[in-house]
């Protein structure tokens, strides 16, 4: 017979340290990217059980080895579930490993990519990719070259002006894709914008928010892999195995990425590309950076600049339209919050 288990949010300290030993004791790393977490415990009070949410993921998952067979995480899971539909979250998604998917296709998710012997990446609607890649169609243009770029701009600079501009040079159509994720510090509805603002000279540009399906660094899960570059490398290969699927929606067959001479995440990511994308017939393009004064222009030093109230150097970095912006009084709240930013800098 199952016994009847509490489960509650994990809020003080002692509680979060029993969160943590359990997950260690099954191997596993809390995430540093937790909004939410809960815990199951035995009459006398001990953690048995545990999950936690961030966005509208669902991760860290684990039951005490002594209490596995007994229906336990089925219970999390469907509690993690309440507390994000109580959000307004709807469609949900989660990251597993390769032989925990069955289990949680039982549970009602469906896969919509892998990296064998790594991570699964599931979803709770049947529907949701098949209907992202159906709307992706809507908007595929015919030609012989066909690219694509994935931009965050956090914000637009002359660099990303330089690469799009390059790619729209090249190619008789351009897929601009720009994370929709607000995880940054400016957020989607004005990167967006700016985005839209500095490229509006250039006439064979498709745009797309990426959805929930190009996935972003800040909702890929680590608690399971061991080390940081196997955690970016896993990540890239999702994140490719998610855009191979796209391009052969769009006919996409050239992807333009930026150098990274800097960024340990985006050069390991563009080298992954390098290696992945022929593989299903998309050629990966590294434009060498566009530089100013001998050095690379990145979104990172004009958050600098930003926080450094520096903006004559800005200027100098960043396209009129994006200037006008930061100058103006709308960008009041985000130039606050990029000042008052302890690390404006993407390692």
Known sequence: MTMAYSISQVTGSMAMAQVEALLKKEGIQRDGNLDYTCAMYDEDYNVIATGSCFGNTLRCFAV???????????????????????????QLFLYTKPESAKFFGDLGFHEIARVENKVVFMENRRTGFPNYLKNLRKKKQDGEKIAALVMNANPFTLGHQYLVEKAAAENDVVHLFIVSEDASLVPFAVRKKLVMEGTKHLKNIVYHDS??????????PSYFLKDEANIIESHAKLDLAVFQRIAAELGINRRYVGEEPHSQVTGIYNEVMKSELPKSGVECVVVPRKEMGGAVISASTVRQCIQRGDFDALSSLVPQST?????????????????ASENVVHY
């Open 211 to 220: 959805g929930p399906y190009i996935i972003s660094s800040a909702t890929f």
């Open 64 to 90: 005490d080895s002594s209490h596995q067979g007994e229906g336990l995480l089925n219970q999390i899971i469907s509690h993690l579930i309440e507390v994000q539909f109580e959000r307004g979250n709807i």
């Open 323 to 339: 200037l006008n912006y930061l100058c103006s009084k709308e960008a009041e709240v985000i130039v606050k919050k990029i000042c």
